[in-house]
């Protein structure tokens, strides 16, 4: 089975046994245990105006470097083939380096791809670029591609952990400490009262330097 393993930055890549081929992006090959090919589609320059490769390092990893962009200072350097994958796909749906990614591993006739590091958990992550990575994940699977990823990850998982429709629990203790959802409007007014003073003491206890 022809597979491969898309590494990213997020923290559940200590979960990738490195085993087989290993695809990792801009600067993951600084943190990488080993790449087999590495993506880059990062622009030259940042918008601070600092480049954002080092392509010393680059040409360092001796494997070949595929990118949207064309950096005549990488030695092993593979265009994405944009054009073709556009044609094929019928589609222009990506959101971030992941994205080209998954849809070069389904382009080249890879069977199974397995995700580690790709958690999509900060919320800007989720925002702007989960929907791209859960496309392709869609579009791959759709073609009976098998995906893997980690626990850890976000991509593909409901917000409340259960499909939609579906039970969930909630610890009300931690959502409503004070149990202020059980009381009416003014017995909550009077308790949220209560519960700002006793933490105002509290604070004003904990701050106060030490005696001698």
């Known amino acids: 089975m022809k597979t491969v393993s898309i590494i990213g930055m997020g923290s559940t890549m200590i979960k990738c046994p490195f085993k087989g081929e290993i695809w990792a992006m801009n600067q993951t090959y600084k943190v990488a245990k080993r790449i087999d090919k590495l993506f880059i589609t990062d622009p030259r320059i940042n918008f601070t105006g600092k480049q954002n490769h080092d392509f010393d390092e680059i040409n360092g990893l001796g494997i070949p470097i595929v990118s949207l962009h064309h950096f005549p200072e990488i030695k092993n350097f593979e265009a994405f083939p944009w054009d073709d994958i556009v044609e094929e796909f019928k589609t222009e749906f990506y959101t971030n380096t992941v994205c080209y990614m998954l849809a070069y591993a389904i382009y080249n006739g890879y069977e199974k791809i397995d995700m580690y590091g790709i958690d999509m958990a900060t919320q800007r992550e989720y925002i702007l670029e989960r929907g791209g990575i859960e496309f392709w994940v869609g579009f791959a699977m759709g073609r009976g591609i098998e995906v893997t990823n980690t626990k850890g990850s976000m991509v593909c998982k409901p917000a409340m952990g259960v499909p939609y429709g579906h039970k969930y629990s909630v610890d009300m203790r931690a ?25 105002k003491r509290a604070y004003t206890k904990n701050t106060n330097p030490a005696r001698t």
């Not at 409503?176 to 933490?199: C, F, I, V």
């Open 175 to 199: 959502v409503d400490p004070y149990d202020l959802l059980k009381l009416n409007k003014e017995e909550r007014d009077e308790s949220g009262d209560m519960a700002d003073g006793h933490k």
